[in-house]
């Protein structure tokens, strides 16, 4: 995804925002776009206040002078605004390459609302060609990745499982945890998949975020088509 089409999505949900708004900042590099562009209408007087939903978002929020508190101070949010890696005709997404899935789908939860903005690539027939994030426990690593493999193969679902950044080097997500990246390939049923990696008990959150969308940004050369309303 170009600098442009990121820019122009991100612009695009912008007019989303309205003066008073409770706002969910997602993390990522288009949701960075998003952030430097809500910087200008803050700077400008728009009067905002929002969550980050990750340390890298937050840093660039300080830095940029847009207002933030945490979600125990404001639990309850008026829009989340975060991109996707993949998305599909229902709005179902996979996000998580960042690695904040889990704090990106809490903050989502508590939002009324969630606009996704993305490129026209990130759109779908199925799901699953983008590797899936599950976030695991650092403790039994090899028992739940055991596990998710048999609740894959249950599911008819191949692919590799792979530990972010390595055995030697591994990723550890803002909370602490590990991520196991799934390539399935295809899912042809997002929310069975959901159900049964969260019954996994070293499973702390996985990347599917079913239900949560209302509306999607999808940037093109062309321009930027909105899907669904708010």
Do not use: W
């Not at 009324?112 to 993305?118: D, G, L, N, S």
């Not at 199925?126 to 599911?155: C, M, Q, S």
């Not at 929310?191 to 940037?219: D, I, M, Q, R, T």
């Amino acid at each position: 995804m170009s600098q442009e089409l990121k820019i122009e999505s991100a612009r695009a949900a912008l007019g989303l925002v309205k003066d008073g708004m409770r706002l969910g900042i997602g993390t990522g590099s288009t949701a960075d776009e998003f952030i430097r562009l809500l910087a200008v209408e803050v700077k400008a007087g728009l009067n905002v206040v929002g969550v980050p939903t990750s340390i890298k978002t937050k840093n660039l929020c300080d830095e940029l002078g847009v207002p933030l508190k945490t979600l125990d101070e404001l639990p309850e949010l008026d829009l989340v605004i975060d991109g996707a890696d993949e998305v599909d005709g229902q709005f179902q997404l996979i996000k998580g390459g960042g690695g904040a899935h889990l704090r990106e789908k809490i903050v989502a939860h508590a939002s009324k609302a969630m606009a996704v903005i993305a490129d026209e690539s990130k759109l779908v027939d199925t799901l699953g060609k983008y590797p899936l994030p599950i976030e695991v426990n650092k403790f039994g690593l090899v028992a739940t990745t055991k596990a998710i493999r048999a609740v894959a193969d249950h599911l008819g679902l191949s692919g590799e499982l792979n530990l972010r950044g390595g055995d030697n080097a591994p990723f550890e997500t803002d909370g602490g945890h590990f991520i196991i990246d799934a390539s399935f390939g295809h899912i042809p049923d997002a929310s069975a998949l959901s159900k049964a990696l969260l019954e996994v008990p070293g499973v702390v959150e996985h990347g599917l975020f079913l239900g949560y969308a209302k509306v999607v940004f999808l940037a093109s050369p062309t321009g930027v088509k909105q899907l669904g309303e708010l």
